[in-house]
């Protein structure tokens, strides 16, 4: 190796500037809700459907879930489930209802626009009560009558453009065959008022009603914009969500649950390390300083990568992904094990130090690699394969071994080539003893 | 000189492969006892897989699992499972998955026996169906793992390394499982996970073992003298030292986990994966040494050439010394000569 202290210094400064870079920006490991509280649900669609129709439904409970004001909640697709995690929400009963209720799109006639009244609290918004509700914008503010019909009587909705007029958006809503008489009954009493078209406690459209005859079909317009037109045929057609969806887990996690699992870990965690340190200090003395430091280096880029992707991509810290850390100790510090243990190979073989600490690496990587191939194989299948906390094992399995990889390279190598430099005649120092039997042929 | 010493100076020259026939038994046995208890007993599934409801909450030291029960008698659960984890975490598993009403009536309970708010109770609940889910899933997920692996190191290494590396890594998942079956250890998602970790131990140390063995192989083919057993035996006391090594610095933090979790601070999470990946930390190191490599060396003398060289070479303490010595004079000679041809296959 020709510049070993070039590389050694490299990495030692971008760890920093990556330590240094996280706590600047004030950043730190996103913590799953295991960790510190919160609600996580896997909901399951009721009947088989298409990625569109889920992504929709996704869309609708993202803006449920906005409306509770939690920090960063997480709702993803997993293969045909839906996730949802809100880590952090104090009252996570409030929460599963909100994401499990399958609310019935109403129809109320509208008795005046009243600005200045409270609105009508979720509890008391009733089918056969009079209500104020307000608009999608929080803008206008209705008085609105008991609803006299509900989502039953829509067979489909759609958006249309040109049907109204050249350049506009309208909404084409069709009505069942029960439907239909029922809604001329009612178009025929409030002709030339206002209907509201409410969902989950929000006015989503007032149309006046034009004629009394509909016969089967409705058109809904006025100066939509091509997404509007869409949301309020979606709301329409699906009512509440486009697919009803069954819990299939529930995890609820006390504040006071997650702060004990959280230091359980990282005692866990800390006392590993330093019985590890202490043991490898004990066996291969300054080799030994050597692989606990590659395990700080390790450590420090880990939590920056860490805190980076909790950052960017919202990766959360489970405990699942703190054991499979905590696991990756035994393969990073296997890596200087495979190495010294060469080393000490060739020194017995009658090689000085200095070449064996250069030669050994060669072959000490080359095993590093195949077994970390192998690792890597298997936390990528699990994490392809699987669902929840076994992905998040995986996960940081797969990351720690792709680090241990840079810095077996980058950090271990080069140290242990100066130290071994340094120690040209104090192999001792490096747990390395003289061979008794080396006259005997 | 002691064995410790002989270790430390990398001069142990043990005849692992003379102690094969008891680890091969031993194997046999523990294979036979695990399938036995599993067929027998089955496995103790945690609610993951069963579906039902745990709940979860924290109150001060000195709850008792009888009290609890007490507690829970009035609305009809005081045959739930229940358990005190590090003193002072109370859990208690339902089989069923109740409705609202009946949830916040467990957790009412809960709370005023424990003497805490009813927020502060954590719940886990599992659909019937979820159970089957993620195990079909991890299942799956375990097979495209093996054959992945297995074409891996057939290319990498050789075939009959990929099947003695299989042998070993069944023999671990079964004796791990058959653990579980025996003790009736409550098998968790944590534990799946750990389960999987094993396999990846188990087959880091086979191919550290077998990578060894692969550059030992080439220097038979030079000495001319030694059969392949003797050189799988070289190999093995060459890795001693590493395997011990890494054996002793990976139940370190293992150990940590166990002891942390399940004494001092009672996270039931951790507790799980320490039991789990201490099993399966020994059963991969004791596999990689009396499964993996007795496959190898029984799959290996079958191949006409090296079952000529065995039949040629009777064992014997003295032929254990000559190849040795071969060995040393040969290889760093080798080495010193022409390092670069020696690396190529």
Known sequence: MKRPWTSLIGIVVATTAALVAVFATGSAPKLGLDLQGGVAIVLEPASPVDDGILDQTIEILRSRVDALGVAEPDITRQGGNVIVQIPGVTDRARAREIVGQTAELRFRPVIDIAPGDEPTPPEEDLVESEVVLGDRDGELRYRLAPAELTGEIVSTANARFGITGPSEWAVLVDFTAEGSPLWDDLAARIVGRQLAIVLDGIVQSAPTIQTAQFGGSATISGSFSEREAKDLALVLRFGSLPVELVEQTVQEVSATLGRD????????????????????IAYYRLLGVVATSSLAVAGGLLWSLISWLGEAQGLALTLAGATGIIVSIGVAVDSNIVYYERVKDEV??????????????????????????????????????????????????????????????FFMRPAVILLARASRDHPTRLGILPSTTEATP | MSVLRQLYRGENDFDI???????????????????????????????????????????????????????????????????????????????????????????????????????????????????????????????????LVMIYIALRFEPRMAAAAFVAMVHDVIVSVGFYSVFQIEVTPATVIAFLTILGYS??????????VNENALLLAASGRATYSDMVNLSMNEVMMRSINTSITSLLPVTSMLVVGSFVLGAATLEEFAIALMVGLVAGTYSSIFTAAPVLVALKQRQPRHAERASRTTRSTDDDEIVATVRRDDVTATIKARPRRKRRR
């Open chain 1, 261 to 280: 699992a959280l230091s359980a870990g990282l005692a866990a965690g800390a006392i590993g390390l330093l019985a590890v340190s202490l043991y490898l």
């Open chain 1, 348 to 409: 017995r073989g009658g090689r000085t130090l200095r070449s064996s600490s250069e030669f050994a690496f060669g072959r000490a990587f080359s095993t590093i690699l195949k077994a970390d191939f192998a690792s890597l194989l298997g936390a990528g299948m699990l994490y392809l394969l699987t669902v929840g906390p076994v992905r998040g094992f995986a996960l940081f399995l797969g990351l720690a071994t792709l680090l241990d990889l840079v810095v077996s390279w």
């Open chain 2, 17 to 147: 492969v003379g102690k094969f026939k008891i680890g091969v038994s031993l194997s046999a046995l523990l294979v036979l006892i695990s399938i036995a208890s599993l067929f027998g007993r089955g496995l103790n599934l945690g609610i993951d897989f069963e579906g039902g409801s745990a709940f979860t909450i924290t109150g001060d030291a000195g709850i008792s699992v009888a009290d609890t029960r007490d507690a829970l008698r009035p609305i009809g659960l005081e045959s739930s499972k229940i358990q005190v984890l590090g003193g002072d975490t109370l859990r208690v598993q339902v089989k069923d998955v109740p409705d609202a009403e009946r949830e916040a009536e467990i957790r009412q309970t809960l709370a005023d026996h424990v003497g805490t708010d009813v927020t502060e109770v954590s719940l886990t609940s599992v659909g019937p169906s979820w159970g089957d889910e993620i195990t079909s899933k991890a299942q799956r997920a375990l097979v495209f793992f093996l054959i």
């Open chain 2, 203 to 212: 087959l880091y140390d086979t191919i550290v073992v077998f990578d060894r």
